[in-house]
């Protein structure tokens, strides 16, 4: 642990993150037990377009299924892994945040630099003129309450597509800022993510299973670049292959264990 204490003081950090942070928040992991695809089949809610197929045909079972995804983002909060990256970042040794999550806890947490590679639920964009724009927790919330206690049909259909919106440069119809099954990452996050990397000296791999593509790739690209891998994981994954440091413990855990050298006062003292 003071090997990587070492490392981690020298700065030049990113932290590259998966749902194992979010899980301790309160958040399921997707594909884990008791995650949403026990319960809903991936390909026909989180592909595009079995999505606006189920939109027409089938509203009531997407409407559940969004409630079933916002109801435990909107209780989530930061929890310390969260805190100590913002903190990380505010002292200078970290350079940015790659996250595969989407639930928007970097930013609540308070870190600036974040690449989300697979986007962010708060977040509504123009696929036609770039337009983007982040809806209020409290938006979301009045959102869910009103799709809740709808029980007709077409009513059902217009609130959903009214709570999107439309463009207000095109009225183009607004999409989704989340990355659903077959679409391809969004091209300034993934270039942010590579800038951070070639920035950088160590990756924190932090709750990442490393299993999805093509995001699971990055690891292995700042492998190749020199960069050192501290994988903090509390499952065996493969990541361990390429790390130079496996620890298998929760990232809440490792950071209570560290951060108490990383304090402001502490740090200036070094």
């Known amino acids: 642990m003071n090997k990587i204490i070492n490392i ?23 594909r884990g037990k008791g995650g949403l695809w026990e319960k809903y089949d991936p390909y026909l809610f989180a592909a595009q377009d079995s999505f606006n197929n189920l939109l027409l045909t089938n509203p009531f079972s997407l409407r559940d299924f969004i409630v079933d995804i916002y109801k435990t983002i909107l ?13 990380l970042e505010n002292i200078g040794l970290l350079i940015g945040i790659i ?32 337009y983007k724009t982040k809806k209020k927790k409290e938006e979301i919330e009045n959102f869910i309450y009103n799709i809740k206690k709808e029980n007709r049909k077409n009513k059902l259909i217009r609130k959903l597509l009214s709570f999107i919106g439309t463009c207000p440069r ?15 990452l969004p091209s300034k996050e993934i ?39 501290i994988n903090i994981n509390p499952m065996i994954n493969r990541l361990d292959e390429i790390a130079d ?7 809440v855990d490792f950071f209570k264990e560290i951060m ?11």
């Open 8 to 30: 981690i003081r020298k700065g030049k950090l990113v932290a590259f993150c998966g749902a194992g942070i979010s899980s301790e928040s309160g958040i399921p992991t997707f």
């Open 75 to 87: 209780l989530a909060k930061p929890n310390h892994a969260h805190s100590s990256l913002a903190h």
């Open 99 to 130: 996250t595969q999550n989407i639930d928007n806890l970097h930013h609540e947490a308070g870190n600036k630099e974040v690449a989300e590679i697979h986007g962010n639920a708060y977040v509504f964009l123009c696929k036609k003129c770039g």
């Open 170 to 184: 095109c009225d183009d119809r607004l999409e989704s800022g989340v990355v659903f099954f077959g679409q391809e």
């Open 191 to 229: 270039e942010k993510s590579y800038q951070y990397i070639n920035q950088s000296l160590t990756m924190l791999c932090i709750g990442t299973s490393a299993e999805v593509y093509p995001a699971a790739s990055l690891p292995y690209y700042a492998k190749e670049k020199g960069l050192k891998i």
């Open 245 to 251: 440091f496996s620890i298998h413990e929760k990232a």
């Open 260 to 270: 108490t050298y990383f304090a402001t006062d502490t740090y200036k003292n070094l």
